[in-house]
């Protein structure tokens, strides 16, 4: 596709279920990341994807967050028993690796009620 | 890891005036300093980066400059117009990592 795609783009959900939030990067590029923003706050980094390699996993927040990159395209990041403080906009962003610049989905908004 | 520090969180200018978004990153090994523009509801976009062997680049009305001995860069806006307004966001990149400063609001009021 012409730019990095995310699904859902708003998903309210209840206090302790799961939720899976979905990016489909650039074709070709190799380098994935997973943010999170919260309101008013940066950007937070949760996980990277590089190729064929084990993923970076130390921005992830707790042992409920997980993330799987399926023959080095899609990305899902999975979030269980989820909690109110989980509430965010999930920001995914697909590169070529050591270019530098970051391509932006435009993000799933997680509510958790 | 890399700590990078923004300020500052708001900013207004009127239209027509520059505006100045200052950050500093921690270590020393950072080598690729983006921008990213952020528009209410939207994805954040890069605008400009600037690489550790160049001290400033121009791009129109927008430029970035980096001090590495003392570890800051800022960016720069000229003539500053309302589609300005947005978040911007810098970021220190060490290898493939990415670490985000925390926002700057700008506000250009017509």
């Known amino acids: 596709g012409a730019g990095v795609s995310q699904s859902p783009s708003n998903k309210v959900t209840e206090k302790g279920k799961d939720v899976e939030l979905r990016c489909d990067p650039i074709s070709g590029h190799t380098a994935l990341y997973w943010y999170r923003q919260s309101l008013g706050q940066g950007l937070e980094f949760l996980i990277y994807?590089?190729?064929?390699?084990?993923?970076?996993k130390s921005g992830l927040p707790s042992d409920r967050f997980s993330a799987e990159r399926t023959g080095g395209s899609v990305s899902t990041l999975t979030i269980q028993r989820t909690q109110q403080e989980d509430s965010a906009v999930y920001l995914c962003?697909?590169?070529?690796?050591?270019?530098?610049?970051?391509?932006f989905g435009e993000g799933s908004r997680l509510t958790v009620l | 890891g890399e700590n990078v520090e923004q300020h500052p969180s708001t900013l207004s200018v009127q239209e027509g005036d520059s505006a100045v978004i200052k950050c500093t990153y921690s270590?020393?090994?950072?080598?690729?300093f983006p921008w990213y523009k952020q528009e209410l509801g939207k994805r954040p976009q890069l605008i400009i980066d600037i690489r550790s062997n160049v001290g400033e680049k121009k791009d129109q009305r927008i430029a970035v400059t980096l001090n590495k001995t003392a570890k800051h860069f800022s960016l720069h806006i000229t003539e500053t117009q309302p589609e300005d307004s947005a978040v911007y966001f810098c970021?220190?990149?060490?290898?493939?990592?990415?670490?985000f400063g925390t926002g700057t609001s700008l506000t250009v009021i017509p």
């Open positions: 962003a697909s590169s070529l690796a050591r270019t530098g610049e970051l391509f």
């Open positions: 994807f590089q190729g064929n390699s084990a993923p970076d």
């Open positions: 270590d020393s090994a950072s080598n690729y």
């Open positions: 970021a220190a990149s060490l290898g493939n990592q990415f670490y």
